[in-house]
Nanobody, 118 residues
Framework: VQLQASGGGMVQAGGSLKLSCVAS????????MEWYRQVPGKERQLVTRTSIDGTTAYGHSVEGRFTAARDNAKNTLYLQMNSLEPEDTAIYYCSAEKYSPERISRYWGQGTQVTVSS
């Protein structure tokens, strides 16, 4: 699975951004679609995890501000980010998990930079 993330940019605190992640194959073949973020020198942090039925689990720090959604017709995962805070500054990565009887495979997109100024 190839993933192409886009939509990052620079925004002031309190602003909004919407990220997109386009997959090279149908999302119906992908068990979980996820957004992660990483700050240099720190571990990659799970932001959202969306199952094949559209149910999403959110990290504590973003719950109530971020909304993830899958558009299966467009093979696209979105992340709507509202009320952004400087602490949300990071490189955001989308990820796909595919389950098969033999293995669990994980795929990563290239990342998109989000910068929130105070």
């Amino acid at each position: 699975v190839q993933l192409q993330a886009s939509g990052g940019g620079m925004v002031q605190a309190g602003g909004s951004l919407k990220l997109s992640c386009v997959a090279s194959e149908s999302l119906l073949s992908i068990s979980f679609m996820e957004w992660y973020r990483q700050v240099p020198g720190k571990e990659r942090q799970l932001v959202t995890r969306t199952s094949i039925d559209g149910t999403t689990a959110y990290g504590h720090s973003v719950e109530g501000r971020f909304t993830a959604a899958r558009d299966n017709a467009k093979n696209t995962l979105y992340l709507q980010m509202n009320s952004l805070e400087p602490e949300d500054t990071a490189i955001y990565y989308c990820s796909a998990e595919k389950y098969s009887p033999e293995r669990i495979s994980r795929y990563w997109g290239q990342g998109t930079q989000v910068t929130v100024s105070s």
